[in-house]
């Protein structure tokens, strides 16, 4: 009996570990900044729809008037799902989740799409684009249909963002909170290597499926240490209750060992750059709103935090705010990153097809070898 002797150095979760070079995205965590091929955050997030943004992440450009309206006139044709979709969801126990039926219904779509098994470039970006259309109506769907209430279909005179809204509420948002959604849909379309779009890429190094690749981005997006932090950030404020609560929480938490949900980051060392953004409009849907206690909240917790442990809100921490004003469940909170986050995975797919080698990493074995076999008859 022995074991295997090696002195290989080992990057648990790959952190720090560079896989591949991509022209997708780029973060300098240490100095807070993130761009979308090229282009800065801010600007991007100031001046663009989801809908440009996501052509620029697909096609390595911003697109001109011909080419934004050709795309969204694309994108607002292909959001209808087939009725047999409709109808199993209608079949989904009332415990599952936003998430587990999202993952359930862009697995069965490959079904209805006859080009679901392609797996060439052209392919990938075609059966990509329908996915980024129909994420919002199963999320929409499925949560009006888990309530008893009747669906609402899309409305082709909406942009993807108010459309979304309208298929959630039966109403036409107004046009901050329309902007409100669709800016966060931006600032979470993309970031780099994290845990789900690496995960689509491995599926897609495989030369499996975009709605493959697609299911398995949304599985891993699941996971509260991926997509779920907005959703525990709203129950920590409503926890917190007032902002002349929050030294005392943060106290308690920190004695414990415990986690403030929507603080630090992976990447980022200093003030995430899509929370900046974010932060500005969750200050102005709070003045329109007229309740300012989540973001008093908010502003407390940054003194405090920044000086317990020199940590900076992420982007999660204001995100919770905007869905709070938009009168979004908690609970389908990991569902809208998952809409907005599919832009992203389509042009890593697209990126890996491209120059694609199979995604095989090593591990180091730490187990024994040669241990002698015993027969059946003699084990104990």
Same mark, same amino acid.
């Given at each position: 009996m022995s074991k295997v002797?090696?002195?290989?150095?080992?990057?648990?979760?790959?952190?720090?570990?560079?896989?591949?070079?991509?022209?997708?995205?780029?973060i300098d965590g240490i100095k807070?900044?993130?761009?979308?091929?090229?282009?800065?955050?801010?600007?991007?997030?100031?001046?663009?729809?989801?809908?440009?943004?996501?052509?620029?992440?697909?096609y390595s450009?911003?697109?001109?008037?011909?080419?934004?309206?050709?795309?969204s006139v694309e994108l607002?044709?292909?959001?209808? /799902?087939?009725?047999?979709?409709? +109808?199993?969801m209608r079949t989904f126990s009332k415990s599952m989740t936003s998430m587990e039926a999202l993952r359930t219904a862009v697995s069965a779509l490959a079904a209805d799409d006859p080009d679901a098994r392609k797996v060439s470039l052209e392919d990938h970006l075609n059966n990509g684009i329908s996915l980024i259309a129909k994420m919002p109506t199963i999320v929409a769907y499925y949560y009006r249909i888990n309530r008893g209430e009747e669906v609402v279909k899309p409305d082709p005179e909406?942009?993807?963002?108010?459309?979304?809204?309208?298929?959630?509420?039966?109403r036409v948002p107004d046009k901050t909170s329309a902007r409100g959604m669709d800016m966060d849909m931006v600032l979470h379309a993309e970031h780099g290597f994290n845990a789900s779009s690496f995960a689509v890429r491995v599926t897609v190094s495989t030369?499996?499926?975009?709605?493959?690749?697609?299911?398995?981005?949304?599985?891993?997006?699941?996971?509260?240490?991926?997509?779920?932090?907005?959703?525990?950030?709203?129950?920590?404020?409503?926890?917190?209750g007032y902002a002349k609560n929050v030294d005392k929480y943060v106290q308690k938490i920190l004695a414990g060992h415990g986690r403030v949900m929507g603080y630090g980051h992976r990447i980022y060392k200093t003030y995430d750059p899509r929370a900046r953004v974010l932060k500005k409009m969750a200050e102005e849907m709070s003045k329109?709103?007229?309740?300012?206690?989540?973001?008093?909240?908010?502003?407390? /917790?940054?003194?405090?935090?920044?000086? +317990?442990?020199?940590?900076?809100?992420?982007?999660?921490? &204001?995100?919770?705010?905007? &869905?709070?004003? /938009?009168?979004?469940?908690?609970?389908?909170?990991?569902?809208?990153?998952?809409?907005?986050?599919?832009?992203?995975?389509?042009?890593?797919?697209?990126?890996?097809?491209?120059?694609?080698?199979?995604?095989?990493?090593?591990?180091? &074995?730490?187990?024994?070898?040669?241990?002698?076999?015993?027969?059946?008859?003699?084990?104990?």
């Open positions: 002797d090696s002195n290989a150095d080992v990057k648990r979760g790959l952190e720090g570990v560079i896989v591949a070079e991509s022209r997708v995205c780029y807070g900044r993130l761009y979308y091929r090229g282009y800065g955050i801010g600007d991007i997030a100031k001046n663009c729809s989801f809908e440009e943004a996501a052509y620029l992440l697909l450009k911003l697109p001109n008037r011909r080419a934004l309206h050709s795309f607002r044709r292909r959001r209808n /799902l087939p009725q047999r979709i409709v +109808e199993m909406l942009g993807h963002a108010a459309n979304f809204l309208y298929m959630m509420t039966g030369l499996s499926d975009m709605h493959s690749a697609f299911t398995t981005g949304v599985g891993t997006l699941k996971g509260p240490l991926h997509g779920g932090a907005a959703e525990e950030v709203m129950r920590m404020l409503e926890e917190i329109e709103k007229e309740n300012m206690r989540w973001f008093e909240i908010g502003e407390r /917790l940054e003194v405090v935090m920044e000086r +317990e442990k020199g940590l900076y809100p992420n982007v999660d921490f &204001y995100s919770a705010m905007v &869905y709070h004003h /938009l009168a979004l469940p908690i609970d389908i909170n990991p569902s809208l990153f998952a809409i907005a986050r599919s832009a992203g995975w389509v042009a890593h797919a697209a990126e890996q097809y491209g120059d694609n080698k199979l995604i095989r990493p090593l591990d180091r &074995y730490v187990g024994e070898i040669d241990l002698e076999f015993i027969p059946l008859n003699k084990r104990k």
